[in-house]
Every structure is written in C-alpha cells, then in structure tokens.
C-alpha cells in the first residue's frame, strides 16, 4: 500500500493494482480495497475486464455486494465469467430472485452462457420452487446444446429432485452416458429426500456393482437414506466402508453416522461413535440429543446439556428444541423446568422457535400455566404459537379457555387448518354442538375440509356432540381414511351403544387392509362393553394376543373387566382381575365395583373397595360409589361410617352437574341448586311429569335419593338431580322440533334415565344425553342404552 501511494500513475501498471486487490480481498481489508479504488479512480485508470473483475470480486469477498454490483454495472464490457461471479454471490446470500434476474439479462443481451451459469440458475429456481421457469431453462440449455454436459444434467437432476419430481430426475440419469459421482451422489440423495430412502439404497449398489468409486458425498447420502429407511444393517456396512476410507474422520461423515444410529434405534451404536469423535461442532451434540429424544430419554439429553455447559459448546436454537421435544415426550416437567432455567440465563427467551417448544413442553407435561406466562411474554407470536396453546388447553382438559384462546386468535390473525383441528376437540369436550357448527362453517369457507385431521375431528366432534348420523356422514366423505378415522368411527358407536355397527366398522377397516392398533382394539373393546357383547369381546381380545401380537395393556384390561361386570359375570372378573399378568390399577378395581354397583353384590363390593382405597386413597369418587352401594341396600349405618371416613381424610365429593347449550350460551345446572333465573319454572315442570308418571303407574325409585329420609323427602332430593334441572330447562326453552342435548359430569342414576324415558314418550321429544360413561339417546319412552349403563 505504501508503494502504490508513493509511485506516480506513469509508473503503474494494471496489473499492479489488480496484485494489491488481490492482496486485500485475501486479507478482507475493506480500508484498504476502497483506496486502492479511490487511487484508481484519480489516476483516470479505465476499467478493462480483469481490473473490473478484480474490485467486483473484492468487494463481495469482503461482504459488500452493493459495491460490487455497482461496479459491475460501471463496466462496459462484461464476460460470461464475471456474469456467473455475480449471479453466483446473490445465490449465496439467499438473493435468488435477483441472480435469476441477472441470466435474465444475460440472455437479453446476447451473452455467451456456459455449463456453469446453468448450474447456477437451476439451483436457484429450485430453491424459489420455480418449477415452470426450470423447464423453461431446461427447453433452453437443450437447443443451445448443453443437454448432455455432465455438470448442467447434474443440476437437472437436482433441480427436479427438489421439485419432486423423481420420474423426470431418473430419466435424465437414464439417459446420461457420462456419469461421474455426482451424478450417483444427485441421484441417492435426491430420492433420499423425496421419501423414496429404498430406490436411493438400490442406486447405491447398482454404482458399487459397476465399479464406481465412491466419495464422502457418497457415503454421507448413503447414511442418510438409511437412517429415512430404518435400514441398520447397511447402515452399519457403510459405516465400514467410511472407516476404511478413513471418510469417518471428516466431521459431517461422523454426524450423518450418529443421526443414522439414533434414528435406526441404536442409540448405543449413536454413543459409540459420539464418544470416539476427535472433534465436535454443535451438530454433532445436537445430534446426539435428538437420538436421546426419540428414545424418550429425557434425563440422557439433559446430561449432554450439562456436558456441553462443562466444555463450553454453545447451544443452537435446534439444540435447545430438541431437548424441550425430548422433555415433552417423556412427561419431564422438572427436567424441562431446568432447560428454561438455561435459557432465561442465555438469553435465548426473544426466540420464537425456542418460546414455542417451551409452551409445547409444557403443555404436554401438563402445565398450562407455565405454559401460559411463556405465551403472554412473547412480544412476538405466530400461527404455531396460538395453536400450540389452543391445543395444549384441549389435551389438558381446559375446553373453556381453549375457546377463549381462539377466540382471541381471530382477533390478531387467520387460523389455518391446524389451528381447526385443535379447537374442535374444546367444543367436542362440552358437546358444544352449536359452536362446533360455527367452526364446522369456517372450515368449509377456508377449505379445510380435506384436511385429514381437520376430517378426523370434525367426526369426533359429531360423535361426541350425539350427532352420530351426521358423523357417519362426515365419516363416508373421507376419501383416505387412516386408522384414526376408523378407530374414531369405532369408538363413537361404542359410545352411543351401537357395539354390532362398531364391529361391522372393525371388520371393514381390517377389510381395507389398514391393520388395527392398541388404541383401536381399546375402543372396539369399549363397543363390545358398552352393549353387553360378551363372545365378541373375547373373541377380539384373543384376536388382539394372538393375530396381531399386541400386549394387553390396562385400557385392554379395564375393558374386559367392564364387559364381565356389566354383563352380571363379578365373580368372573373377579378371578380374571386376579389371575392378569400385570398389576391391575383403581380403574380395574373400580369397573368391578360399578359392576358390584349394578347388581347390587355388596359382599363383593366390600372387597373390591379395599383394593381401590389401597391404591387410590385420595379419590373420592370410589368412597362415594361404597356408600352409593350401602344406600341402595339401605345400609344406612354402613353409608354414615363411609360418609363419616370420607370426613376424616378430608375429601370432598364433586358436585353433579349438567349443561345444555342454548343459542350458542352454555346453561350449567348443578344438583339441589336452584339458583337458576327459570328455576321455579323448571321445578313446576317437573313436578307436572312426575304427577303424569305416577297416574301411568310410575313411582320414583327413590333409593336413588341416597338418603335416610322418609320418601317425600327422598322424591324431593331426586327431583334436584342436575340432568333433570337441565333436561326440564330445554324442554322449555327449545323449540318443539329441537333435540335436547344434555352433558352431566357424572354417570346418570337410574331415576333420571326413568324419568327420561318418561319424558321422551309423555313430550314427544328426542333427548341426548351424554354422562360420563356414554350416550343415551331417548325417544318413545325407550334408550339406546337397552340398559347397559
């Protein structure tokens, strides 16, 4: 630099200045490039073609490409070289629009093109998606005679690759005489990444049959495609392979080989080569922790964490979502309490993606609060975020909020169809039959209807709102059903007691060739339960075992245990609970004692009843069903030691309560409440049917009231039951030709089924109901139910 400030301009040449240049694009001396430009610029010195492309080439090697491209426009003439130079350096910054734009210019003006501005282009309408426009350059390079240049066909296949189009890839590929190995390389990871990891594996061999040799690129592509496929075996072959070619030693040759271990379910095999690694980017831990989340080793990935902290790694944005993924599989709230311990203290909480996997972990460990606060610090929220908390409140059994949330969302941006099929099972959870038709309707404007699991919950919802027939309509639309289609199917027949059209359902699904899975054989289970179809379940549960080789769960367990009971068969399910290879829970137990329940078998009951309180001291809801037991029998010492224990542990039973759905506003009626604007109007109602069932030869099965009390007072407490409050209310309030649709938190007792049978008949109204066990539908006096409830 001293010199060419010293030295006169007869003094120097070009070529001088261009060596300095070059001088300070290698050091990256912005400073310094910018005099040598400005003593260029006084000297007068004419910008030829090698000067120009020497300042055009430092500018962009020192990060100023708006420089750069102001010089190259200032040069007149301009050869196909610096042409590629600069598409090629808008390419790299992510500026694809503008390098397409430069060869559309180049075109224009007649430019020479070569191999290499092809390549270029096709790589950039590629990534834009351009797939049109590719075909359109692929026309062009054919007449100008390019088409069988190994390096442009190399770029084709890439390019329609990318634009999933294997079919047109593989033909060029067919037809190419010259491969090199980046045409195999193109070739595997290009199927690799279309989900077609096997035809990828298959070229890989045909390219070792023929004696090609392989590179790094090659193995790396191979690792990837079986890692998609879940093929160990040659996984491991290729991992020879590397080490003989010593490839192993390269960096993303050894972090390819643990994602493939983690990924084929070796997570040993992962370790191994993560422990033996001389160097390690943050790929490689990242890597290593997404294997520990698949497994759902929670714990694992937090050691990395503390092991990255001891060797100073510093996390990445994927990192910390992996191990906040690997959290929210395991339930691991602690863990994932102490990874956003870590992130508050790095400063990593102003980061969307980071903000919406913490709420997602918490969300699947259950807490919506943290969840929450997370949410309402966000000073900057998507799509994923809003439906990562109208979801969580579903799943967690917060409905109401789920629809407050949502409700909020329209107010800041669209939903999509993600965001339908979180909000759908909120209206599902309160029969919310009338809001779910306000979102049905916005899901039909928006087209969402194809959606698979927008169609999936649109079922569930009907199903669970008592519209069945409207769900099987929904259900025949589907075109593609997937198994959670038809085991929804399945379960929403079990639940409105339709067991022999769930087990048609079943059998048309096995007949579609969609094979069954623990869940759906839970809810054909449940079907056969819920309608008295003792053979049928036996037979699906040895079908289950010995067909299917699916392990019986609790859920399995628990159904079978619920069918016997029902079906009046106690000591049966006695001996079956007793003789289970796996330790039976409360639920079990609890079966057994809503079946001692029904058939009135106290001595059982008293025994099955200590099981429960053993395992689940704190649940009321079993103490309450015990003294529910004693009072039917009219055991009313027993009921006042049970009423008495329940208040030495300090428990309380939850009220039953009912809601029916007016207009879009939710009416709750909770049992002896009767604080309700059109209470007294609802209580002459029923007292008017009561008189009406009592002329037709009806009395109250007051041993419902579950009190000691003489039996006007017992008639009294009855007519106070929730579900009647709620089901008196609709009959006033909705008109005539309108299905009431009544919710109850509880298992409805058998004086209110009575009562709407009686209803149903005396009125001339269908009546939904749905308690905490199934649906009841009733009409003419009769119940869908034939009394297995």
Not at 379 to 402: Q, R
Not at 506 to 531: K, T
Request: a neutral charge.
């Amino acid at each position: 630099m001293e010199l060419l400030c010293m030295s006169k301009k007869s003094e120097l040449e070009p070529r001088t200045y261009t060596s300095v240049l070059q001088l300070c694009a290698g050091l990256k001396s912005l400073t310094d490039g910018k005099k040598v430009h400005s003593i260029v610029n006084s000297n007068n010195v004419v910008l030829d073609e090698l000067l120009g492309s020497k300042l055009v080439s430092f500018y962009a090697t020192c990060g100023d490409l708006k420089e750069a491209r102001r010089v190259f426009d200032s040069i007149e003439k301009k050869n196909v070289y610096l042409w590629n130079f600069m598409a090629s350096e808008y390419a790299k910054i992510g500026d694809f629009k503008e390098s397409i734009r430069l060869f559309e210019m180049m075109v224009e003006k007649g430019i020479e093109v070569n191999s290499y501005t092809f390549s270029c282009v096709l790589k950039c309408l590629a990534a834009l998606g351009g797939l049109r426009e590719g075909e359109c350059v692929h026309g062009y390079l054919l007449k100008l005679g390019f088409g069988c240049c190994n390096s442009v066909v190399n770029s084709l296949v890439a390019f329609y690759f990318k634009g999933r189009r294997p079919e047109s890839a593989c033909e060029l590929f067919d037809k190419l005489s010259d491969r090199d190995v980046i045409s195999w390389n193109s070739m595997i990871s290009g199927y690799a990444s279309n989900g077609l990891a096997q035809r990828g594996l298959e070229i890989f061999k045909e390219m070792l049959h023929l004696g090609v040799e392989v590179d790094s690129a090659t193995v790396v592509s191979v690792l990837v495609g079986c890692a998609n496929s879940g093929t160990l075996s040659l996984g491991k072959a290729v991992h020879g392979l590397a080490i003989k070619s010593c490839f192993d030693r390269r960096i993303n040759c050894s972090n390819t080989l643990l994602d493939m271990y983690s990924k084929c379910g070796d997570l040993d095999g992962a370790l191994r080569v993560f422990e033996k690694m001389g160097e390690r980017n943050v790929v490689s831990w990242t890597s290593m922790i997404a294997g520990y989340t698949r497994d759902g080793q929670s714990d694992g990935a937090i050691r990395l964490l503390q092991q990255m902290e001891m060797e100073g790694v510093k996390l990445d944005v994927v990192a910390m979502t992996s191990i906040l993924h690997a959290c929210a599989r395991s339930g691991s709230l602690d863990n994932g309490r102490d990874v956003h311990d870590y992130i508050k203290a790095n400063n990593m909480e102003s980061n969307l993606f980071v903000c919406n996997a913490l709420m997602d972990m918490y969300a699947k460990c259950g807490s919506m609060e943290d969840a929450n606060s997370v949410f309402s610090s966000m000073a900057v929220k998507d799509i994923i975020s809003w439906n990562t908390m109208i979801g969580g409140y579903s799943k967690n059994c917060f409905p109401n909020e789920a629809l407050k949330m949502f409700a909020a969302m329209l107010e800041e941006l669209k939903p999509d169809s993600r965001t339908m099929a979180c909000i759908l099972p909120a209206c599902a959870s309160l029969s919310a039959l009338e809001r779910g038709k306000e979102i049905h309707g916005h899901i039909l404007r928006n087209g969402y209807s194809s959606d698979q699991h927008v169609a999936n919950a649109l079922v569930d919802l009907y199903v669970k709102c008592g519209v069945l027939g409207l769900a099987e309509l929904l259900f025949d639309m589907i075109s593609s059903k997937d198994l959670v289609s038809w085991t929804v199917m399945i379960a929403g027949y079990g639940m409105h007691g339709f067991g022999n059209e769930a087990i048609t359902t079943f059998n048309e699904m096995r007949d579609e060739g969609i094979e069954p899975d623990e869940v759906s054989f839970i809810s054909i289970l449940y079907a056969c339960s819920h309608s008295g179809l003792l053979e049928e379940g036996w037979r699906f549960f040895y079908i289950m075992k010995n067909d299917f080789n699916i392990e019986p769960k609790l859920e399995h367990y628990a159904c079978m245990v619920d069918l016997l009971s029902r079906t009046g068969n106690l000591s049966k399910a006695y001996e079956f609970i007793e003789t289970m290879p796996i330790a039976p829970d409360a639920t079990i137990w609890g079966s057994l004692l809503c079946g001692c329940r029904i058939y009135h078998d106290v001595e059982l009951a008293e025994k099955v009843a200590e099981h429960v309180f053993e395992l689940e001291p704190e649940n009321t809801g079993y103490y309450v069903l015990l003294a529910n037991i004693y009072a039917e029998a009219e055991k009313w010492e027993e009921v006042k030691r049970m009423r008495e224990r329940i208040g030495r542990k300090g428990l309380r039973k939850n009220p039953g309560c009912s809601w029916i759905e007016i207009k879009g506003k939710v009416n709750l009626f909770v049992s002896g409440n009767n604080s309700h604007p059109q209470s007294k109007k609802i209580e002459f109602l029923l007292k008017k049917l009561r008189r009406k069932m009592k002329e037709d030869g009806y009395f109250p099965k007051t041993k419902y009231a579950l009190i000691n009390a003489d039996e006007m007072q017992k008639e009294m407490a009855l007519c106070g039951h929730s579900e009647k409050l709620a089901m008196a209310f609709g009959l006033l309030t909705l008109p005539s030709r309108k299905t009431i649709r009544v919710t109850k938190n509880l298992r409805v007792c058998g004086d209110c089924h009575e009562m709407a049978k009686f209803m149903s008949k005396e009125t001339g109204r269908e009546i939904v109901l749905r308690d905490s066990n199934r649906f009841h539908h009733f009409k003419d006096g009769y119940c869908s139910c034939r009394g297995f409830w």
